[in-house]
């Protein structure tokens, strides 16, 4: 398949755009590269793939690459994601995660129906959600793909806006749309924003270990490498119209999580440790969702999904590895969202 890949320079859009070159698909990638999207992510695999520097929210641009590549599929990774930052200023989520899909949904219905044979059956529009569309859990039970949506932040909200227009363009229009939803990622290239980069490096620099509330929220971490493979199948096997959540079997309180990597940090950087000593408590997050975890069951029946990060605890060790053996990118891709 030729598969336009937006959002492809980020975190979890990279991992994908391996793992498509990998199944020998063709790449092409259309990254807007604000903060969080950086050509060192794909450093790698630069030869192989096309890489074009735009806005999904361009629909004239999306509609001459569509044209141009004679694209088989779309697959929309391009969000603004940090929760934190949807608080303080939810305007930015609204226009790319909102009327961005919006401007993907409508060029790829355009090109779709121009389409014949072949090329129109097996043409798929994938949108990539997450699992907080459906808000928050009790202590008991796990997001399904029929949980109801209730979502709690400018950031959840946006996205979940976003799925019911893929729903609709389904629905009203016929366009041949997969959606998927998945808990929080970790692994290699995570911008250092979020929970788990930001400890590694308040670890590795001495700085307090900022954890909301008492840190007993908890979150279901699925790695991004099993997260790609779930999305990929569910773009290659996925009943059209349908949703599919994908998981890491894997709750974890907050605190756990961060005492967890200060102990590998004690055992990586001995001479700091003991790296808890900098854990600090703050102030909770507004709206803090208690507690997210997906069933994917679903998943493993209808797509043959399987993690090979089975394991949390070894997949984030390889993690905090990762992340002090490329401390050159921490410091590139720090750099440029510090501009930003």
């Known amino acids: 398949m030729k598969i336009l890949i937006t959002g492809g320079a980020g975190f979890i ?71 934190d930052n949807s608080i303080s200023g939810p305007k930015a989520f609204l226009e790319t995660n909102i009327m961005g899909t919006y401007e993907l949904l409508e060029r790829s219905l355009r090109h779709w129906r121009a389409l014949s044979g072949e090329a129109k059956t097996k043409f798929r529009y994938l949108q990539v959600s997450t699992d907080e569309v459906f808000g928050q859990l009790g202590a008991e039970g796990q997001f399904t ?19 019911h227009l893929v729903r609709a363009w389904h629905h009203t229009y016929g366009l041949p749309t997969v959606l998927t939803n998945c808990s929080n990622n970790y692994g290699p290239r995570q911008f250092p924003e979020k929970l788990i980069p930001v400890m590694i490096q308040s670890c590795l620099n001495g700085r307090p270990l900022p954890v909301y509330g008492k840190g007993l929220n908890v ?54 440790a003991p790296h808890s000593k ?43 590895r990762w992340y002090l053996d490329h401390q050159s990118w921490v410091q590139n891709v720090s750099s440029k969202g510090a501009k930003s």
């Open 219 to 272: 979150r279901d971490w699925i790695h991004v490498e099993d997260h790609a493979a779930g999305v990929l199948l569910a773009l290659e096997k996925g009943v059209l119209g349908e949703s599919y959540c994908f998981g890491g079997n894997s709750e974890r309180t907050n605190i756990d999580v961060v005492k967890t990597i200060c102990t590998l940090m004690d055992e990586m950087r001995p001479q700091s």
């Open 145 to 163: 793909e029929t949980s109801p949506y209730a979502p709690n932040s400018p950031y959840s909200a946006s996205k979940a806006a976003a799925d």
């Open 13 to 83: 859009g990279s991992a994908f755009v391996r793992m498509v070159l990998e199944r020998g698909h063709q790449a092409i990638v259309l990254d807007a590269l604000t903060y969080a999207g950086h050509r060192d992510n794909l450093a790698d695999v630069e030869g192989r793939i096309e890489f074009v520097h735009g806005d999904i929210r361009d629909g004239e641009l999306v509609a001459s690459l569509l044209a141009k590549y004679q694209v088989d599929a779309v697959v929309n990774f391009a969000a603004e994601s940090h929760v």
């Open 278 to 320: 900098l854990i600090s408590f703050v102030t909770d997050r507004a709206g803090h969702d208690w507690r997210y975890a997906i069933d994917d069951r679903k998943a493993v029946e209808e797509l043959g999904f399987k993690r090979r990060f089975a394991n949390f605890e070894t997949g984030l060790r390889e993690t905090v």
